[in-house]
């Protein structure tokens, strides 16, 4: 078997880093005060080492590319340049898959962003937050350490089995003495030493990345440092519940669970068990014969609300943190989302909040002027054309009815916009696109398979993101007769524009409406 000459140097590399590392450990052993001690650094050193030595692979395949590799102005350039980003890719989802923890965390945040060659966004996705269950005795230091050596005397039960497992934390199943049940979220032992060195070879890793590739991540790198400091800290995901359960007390048909603070601390959260089934469960929605229509748009409700309202979003809506159950008290069919995992939010920029929702009032008004104030505030003026695509799919002007595909005549002038587009503008738009419109996005995104999934169609979530973004822009305003014309000037260009766009141009040409 011919070996190649990146994967021969950076196996002599790997072989040093692991002498080093080696000689390291038996240094910092001799310091260790207990076993747990030592496995964390154990585990540690072992985890950099293999970091290090994957970024020490990587490094040689890019210098012999660029050195040896086909010449940049060649044809073959493209597709060559592809296969080196994609054999790197592969590398690095190894090392997350291999590594697990917050790798695996890291990982799917580089696969949200757009600013990265594709070969990696594409490879990384596969990502999952989930971790290996862990023995209830390895677990149990931390209840001892949270509730007292008499943990006990505080339930009547307690599930030595988990029933759900991930980077920073396992969850069990437990009754209070009282009969409440509840789901006890339990921090890994060890685990803020552990992040402590996964970050030090994060850091490493992006140095030698960035030295190799040219592509730098310290901006993300930083970002994912601040959320995991948030993350560790179960109390404030307590804190977090209560106030999206504040957000959302007016709308039944969305549940938070109740934390338990006298059963909780930094490591430890004790909350309501809540239960139900995942939303893409289909099979178990038609058996409790619940509306999928109506759970669409409870998610895009969710989200709007967040959104556009309160500018206060979840970081991580995927379908393992919503359940889906029979709304308690409500007409048989009536479901109720449940969120779930408020470990990380994210705060919007109050101005950005307003310009997101200016953006959508654009794309209901059609007004190019509105469109092009808010790109330019963003930083992309230019690209101005290429917003009502990337959130609705469609051109400004399109004349189609929503739900409906765009015009051949329509997607021919798409289709000459796009061709102009080159991969270094791309990659200026997304890179200057400001962080929290591509959280929304990747947000949004999420979302989408869900709707697929319950046969809802996009529309849905158009017209609710559509009527949120207007409320959006009343938030902590004075409403007055002015407010209330313009509402119903909304909704009339919400009806129009769901029966088909050619009403509203036609309407418009009249001077019926502005």
Request: net charge neutral.
């Amino acid at each position: 078997m011919v070996v190649s000459a990146p994967a021969r140097t950076g196996r002599r590399i790997a072989q040093i880093v692991g002498v080093t590392a080696a000689a390291s450990l038996a240094y910092d052993l001799k310091d260790c005060h207990n076993l747990l001690e030592a496995q964390v650094k154990v585990r540690g050193l072992i985890r950099f080492a293999r970091t290090i030595g994957t970024g020490l692979v990587i490094i040689p395949d890019y210098w012999l590319h660029s050195r040896f590799g086909v010449d940049s102005s060649s044809a073959d350039y493209k597709k060559s340049r592809s296969e080196l980003h994609l054999r790197s890719a592969k590398r690095l989802l190894a090392l997350c898959q291999t590594n697990g923890g917050i790798f695996n965390k890291a990982g799917q945040q580089a696969a949200s962003y757009y600013s990265i060659p594709k070969e990696y966004t594409e490879t990384l996705s596969v990502l999952q937050d989930k971790a290996p269950f862990q023995p209830f005795e390895y677990m149990e230091v931390v209840l001892k350490e949270s509730l007292g050596e008499r943990w006990k005397d505080m339930f009547a039960s307690f599930d030595h089995e988990p029933i759900g497992a991930a980077s920073l934390a396992q969850v069990h199943k437990a009754i209070t003495q009282d009969g409440r049940e509840v789901a006890v979220k339990m921090q890994y032992p060890g685990l803020q030493q552990q992040v402590e060195r996964d970050l030090m070879a994060m850091t490493w890793l992006n140095k030698l990345f960035k030295n190799s590739t040219g592509i730098d991540l310290s901006w993300m790198l930083q970002e994912f440092k601040e959320c995991l400091s948030k993350e560790l800290d179960f109390l404030h995901e307590g804190e977090n519940a209560e106030r999206v359960a504040e957000m959302f007390k007016s709308i039944p048909e969305v549940a938070i669970p109740k934390i338990h603070w006298d059963l909780s601390s930094s490591q430890l959260l004790t909350m309501q068990f809540m239960h139900g089934c995942k939303v893409t469960d289909v099979s178990k929605l038609d058996e409790m014969q619940l509306d999928k229509k109506r759970i669409g748009v409870l998610l895009s409700e969710i989200v709007a609300d967040m959104v556009f309202i309160h500018g206060f979003v979840h970081s991580d809506l995927h379908p393992g943190n919503l359940l889906v159950r029979p709304m308690p008290g409500a007409p048989q069919g009536t479901p109720q989302v449940v969120l779930l995992d408020h470990g990380l939010y994210r705060e919007l920029d109050p101005a950005l909040r307003v310009q997101y929702c200016t953006l959508w009032k654009s794309l209901l008004k059609r007004d190019d002027k509105l469109l092009h104030d808010v790109a330019d505030q963003w930083g992309v003026g230019g690209y101005a054309r290429y917003l009502p695509l990337i959130f609705t799919q469609r051109n400004l002007g399109s004349t189609a009815a929503l739900g409906q595909r765009m015009t051949s005549d329509e997607r021919k002038e798409l289709n000459r916009h796009l061709s102009q587009l080159t991969g270094e503008t791309v990659h200026y738009f997304f890179e200057h696109l400001p962080r929290d419109v591509l959280f929304i996005l990747r947000t949004t995104l999420m979302l989408r398979p869900v709707h697929i999934l319950l046969q809802v169609d996009s529309r849905v979530q158009f017209l609710v993101y559509a009527d949120y973004a207007f409320k959006g822009l009343y938030v902590n305003s004075h409403i007055g007769y002015g407010y209330y014309l313009e509402l119903l000037s909304f909704k009339l260009r919400l009806w129009l524009l769901e029966k088909g766009g050619f009403l509203l141009k036609l309407l418009k040409f009249l001077g019926a409406i502005s």
